[in-house]
């Protein structure tokens, strides 16, 4: 088993809280752990419009938006809010 496998074994979390940020970036400044927080904000909002993206109508409705306001919000840049 490879680090990588035995770490999703485990349930470590993709993206840490400000606490695991706080833990991880130790001996970071605070403008580097800002700026980590930023880029990781960004991964999770590409990773979350992907999968709304990719979603049928069946869950859309489950979760009570249509098909034009999924599409308009995976169109949005991963930077945009």
């Not at 088993?1 to 606490?19: A, D, K």
């Not at 991880?24 to 904000?41: D, I, K, P, W």
Request: charged letters at 25%; aromatic letters at 8%; glycine letters at 12%.
């Amino acid at each position: 088993m490879s680090q990588y496998e035995s770490n999703l074994s485990i349930g470590v979390p993709s993206i840490p809280g400000s606490e695991g940020l706080r833990r991880f970036g130790g001996g970071l400044s605070g403008r580097a752990v800002t700026l980590l927080s930023r880029l990781l904000e960004w991964r999770e909002r590409a990773r979350s419009r992907q999968q709304l993206a990719g979603l049928d109508d069946y869950m859309l409705r489950d979760i009570g938006i249509d098909r034009a306001a999924a599409a308009a919000e995976s169109d949005k840049a991963f930077w945009s809010r």
